[in-house]
């Protein structure tokens, strides 16, 4: 999709303290990359291509993708595999996959294929140790799928240790709150597309404005068309740094964009700094 209907590329930058992290972990720098929908319309091979460019001048220790590399056809991760192969980090990168990665019976299983073939460790309930046994990257099922299921990882770990945790749908953070989560990644929400200045995500306020709407406009405005809690529950962490309970949540505004387009919520690559 045109820059012109998605604003241009952000890159947002944050520090996020963890409790008792290692001393030799001070100071490592992770990027985060969500929802490309990469499909041939709603992300711009420009928009990719740059993406990946300040990533990489970003120089990450970690690159980590939280989920929907394509929309509902999985034949488009080929092809996007052959551009994140030039995605370059000190200590690899790990990913999990979106409710658009599983929309077909054999999607996770091409998908992750693609993506593991270019050195992306793909994780799926899984708990790794790229920076060591004192921070943990724990890569969760989609919230969507049947075997959504963190009790079975989340309890393999000792509570004092602080952990990065990979789910794809913020809604997770609410069950994931009888856990520690020092930083939860997560995406799914594209920001809610439409955020008014002071108000926040249009989306939030979904109810009063199908009321009023024109049914025209409806067809045209995807929240519009129904029940957004089906999408999300949760609008009010629909993008940014949130605090839940004792634990931290970041949502990326993704990369691809659905008709009409963004307004004051631009596609995001978020650099993250731990401290």
């Known amino acids: 999709m045109h820059w012109f209907f998605t604003g241009r590329l952000s890159v947002d930058k944050i520090t996020v303290k963890i409790a008792n992290l290692s001393p030799s972990l001070q100071g490592i720098k992770l990027v985060q990359l969500s929802d490309f929908h990469y499909d041939g319309l709603r992300l711009s091979e420009e928009m990719l ?54 929309h077909y019976s054999h999607s996770q299983t091409l998908i992750t294929k693609a993506l ?11 708990i790794a140790y790229p920076l060591g046994h004192e921070l943990p990257i724990v890569g969760l099922a989609d919230y969507w799928s ?16 602080p952990r990065i945790v990979l789910s794809h749908n913020p809604d997770t953070a609410k069950i994931l709150e009888q856990w520690r989560v020092d ?3 997560s995406g799914h929400t594209h920001g809610g597309h439409i955020v008014l200045p002071g108000i926040g995500p249009v989306v939030y306020h979904y109810k009063k404005l199908l009321k009023k709407a024109p049914r025209k406009l409806r067809r045209w405005v995807p929240f519009l068309l129904g029940d957004c809690s089906k999408v999300v529950r949760y609008w009010e962490w629909a993008q940014g740094f949130h605090q839940v309970t004792n634990n931290q949540l970041y949502v990326n505004r993704g990369l691809g964009t659905y008709r009409p387009g963004r307004l004051f919520c631009p596609p995001e690559v978020t650099v993250i700094t731990l401290t």
């Open 49 to 102: 291509e740059e993406a990946i460019a300040v990533t990489n001048e970003a120089e990450p220790d970690l690159i980590l993708l939280t989920g929907d590399y394509v929309t509902d056809d999985p034949t488009p991760i080929n092809q996007l595999a052959l551009r994140l192969k030039y995605l370059q980090s000190r200590y690899g990168i790990f990913a999990v996959l979106g409710n658009h990665d599983i």
């Open 183 to 185: 930083l939860q990644l």
């Open 146 to 161: 049947k075997e959504f299921h963190p009790a079975s990882v989340m309890n393999k770990l000792d509570p004092t240790t």
């Open 116 to 126: 593991t073939s270019i050195g992306v460790n793909v994780l799926w309930n899984e």
